[in-house]
Nanobody, 122 residues
Framework: QVQLVESGGGLVQAGGSLRLSCAAS????????MGWFRQAPGKEREFVAV????????LYADSVKGRFTISRDNAKNTVYLQMNSLKPEDTAVYLC???????????????WGQGTQVTVSS
């Protein structure tokens, strides 16, 4: 069992930056790939970024490539999402999830956090 808690969301102006954190409980954190996802009101949950268990492989949605960076610290059981050059269309609830790399890419996670709100004003 893995429990995930996101933090770091907030209100930021367009062009600004935020760093999200996802803290995991459980000793098996390092065995999971981790992903970030987002869901805007009235829209489906969408894939943002994923990182493999070692941190050696990452994938990004085209909409965030070059602006967002996913990373992890297995010693701290934490995965991060650094978001730069934020746009109003990035506004959403951001959630992290644990699972396998292939399933996370299609928005299928074994464990999910509750999410943190990110609002980007124009």
């Amino acid at each position: 069992q893995v429990q995930l808690v996101e933090s770091g969301g907030g209100l930021v102006q367009a062009g600004g930056s935020l760093r999200l954190s996802c803290a995991a409980s459980g000793r098996t954190f390092s065995s999971y790939a981790m992903g970030w996802f987002r869901q805007a009101p009235g829209k489906e949950r969408e894939f943002v970024a994923v990182i493999d268990w070692s941190g050696g492989a990452t994938l990004y949605a085209d909409s965030v490539k070059g602006r967002f960076t996913i990373s992890r610290d297995n010693a701290k059981n934490t995965v991060y999402l650094q978001m730069n050059s934020l746009k109003p269309e990035d506004t959403a609830v951001y959630l992290c999830a644990a699972g396998t790399l292939s399933r996370l890419r299609i928005v299928r996670g074994d464990y999910w956090g509750q999410g943190t709100q990110v609002t980007v004003s124009s």
